[in-house]
C-alpha cells in the first residue's frame, strides 16, 4: 500500500512540475545568428552610420561584415572603439572585417596589416578576411603560390594578437593553371591550422563549381559563407536570397562538413533602389527558411 501510494504522490508531482512549467521541456533551439556584410549598403552607409547599422538591428541582423578600413578614413568617420560601441548599442557584433591586403602580398611592410589587427581587436573581430587580388598579383599558378605564402605569413600576425586570417574568393580564383586552379593552389599551400576561407557561395555558383565537393576534400575550412544569389536570367546580377538560381538548401546541407561558423548575406550588385527592402527580403529567407 505504501509503494502504491508513494507512486501515486511522484506522479503527481511530475504532473505537477510540468504543469507549471511547460515551457522548459519545449524551449526551441535558438536559430544561428544571420549577418550583413555591409558592403551590401555602400550607397547609403557612408551618410549616416549610425542610422544605418540601427535599421540593420532592426530587421534582425546580428552580426556584420565591415569593409574598407583605413587609419584614415577608419570605419565610416568612427574609430574602431566608437564603431564597437554603436554595434553594441544595437545588440550586433562584427566577427569579421574585409581589409584591403594587395600591399603586404606585394612584399610591403606590415604596418597597414598591423593597424588592421589592432582594429579587429578593439572591435571585437574574430577574422582579418582578404576581400580581393588585384590583377597583377595573380597571373599565374607561381602567382599563387606566392599568395599563398604571404596569407601564411599574416596568418601567424593575426594568430599572434588571437585573430585567424581568412580568404574570401570571387570567380577568378578558379581559373585553370594546368590540371589546378588558382582557388586549389591556395587551399592545399595555405597551412590549415592557421588560414580559413569565407566562401562566396555566388562566385562558386557562377563559376560552375559544386560548394559540396570543395566541403569533402577540404572539410572544416570554410568557417564563413557569403549568402549571395543570382538572377535566374542574368547570372551577372544578384537577386534577393532565396530568389534567384543558387541552390542554397542544397549547398547548406553540407555546413557541417564545412565547417561554418558565420552567415553573411551580401548583394554586390545594385539591381534595385530599395537596398534596405532587399537585405530584410533576403534576412526572411535564410531566417526562416536555411538557418
Not at 590583377?135 to 596569407?151: E, G, M, Q, T
Request: aromatic letters at 12%; glycine letters at 8%.
Amino acid at each position: 500500500m505504501n509503494s502504491r501510494r508513494t507512486f501515486i504522490k511522484q506522479t503527481g508531482l511530475i504532473a505537477a512540475a510540468v504543469a507549471v512549467a511547460p515551457s522548459f521541456a519545449c524551449t526551441p533551439v535558438a536559430k544561428h545568428p544571420v549577418g550583413l556584410q555591409l558592403y551590401s549598403l555602400r550607397d547609403i552607409i557612408k551618410n549616416d552610420i549610425k542610422g544605418i547599422i540601427e535599421k540593420v538591428a532592426a530587421i534582425g541582423y546580428k552580426e556584420v561584415e565591415t569593409y574598407g578600413y583605413s587609419v584614415k578614413d577608419k570605419f565610416w568617420g568612427l574609430d574602431a572603439k566608437a564603431f564597437s560601441n554603436l554595434l553594441k548599442a544595437n545588440g550586433m557584433v562584427a566577427p569579421s572585417g574585409h581589409y584591403g591586403m594587395d600591399n603586404f602580398i606585394a612584399g610591403k611592410n606590415s604596418d597597414e596589416l598591423k593597424s588592421y589587427i589592432e582594429a579587429a581587436n578593439i572591435t571585437g573581430g574574430e577574422y582579418v578576411t582578404v576581400p580581393y587580388l588585384g590583377d597583377s598579383l595573380r597571373k599565374s599558378a607561381d602567382d599563387y603560390k606566392k599568395i599563398a605564402a604571404k596569407l601564411n605569413e599574416a596568418a601567424v600576425l593575426c594568430k599572434a594578437s588571437g585573430l585567424r586570417l581568412a580568404y574570401h574568393n570571387h570567380n577568378f580564383e578558379f581559373t585553370k593553371f594546368g590540371n589546378t586552379t588558382g582557388y586549389e593552389i591556395l587551399l592545399t599551400e595555405t597551412d590549415k591550422n592557421l588560414v580559413d576561407f569565407e566562401m562566396d557561395l555566388y562566385w562558386v555558383a557562377r563559376s560552375g563549381v559544386d560548394p559540396l565537393s570543395l566541403f569533402k576534400t577540404h572539410q572544416h575550412r570554410f568557417t564563413m559563407w557569403h549568402i549571395k544569389d543570382m538572377d535566374k536570367t542574368k547570372n551577372d546580377l544578384n537577386t534577393e536570397v532565396g530568389q534567384g538560381a543558387v541552390d542554397f538548401k542544397s549547398i547548406f546541407s553540407g555546413a557541417k562538413m564545412a565547417g561554418v561558423k558565420h552567415y553573411f548575406v551580401e548583394h554586390e550588385f545594385n539591381y534595385k533602389p530599395d537596398e534596405l527592402g532587399s537585405i530584410k527580403t533576403s534576412f526572411n529567407y535564410v531566417h526562416n527558411q536555411l538557418l
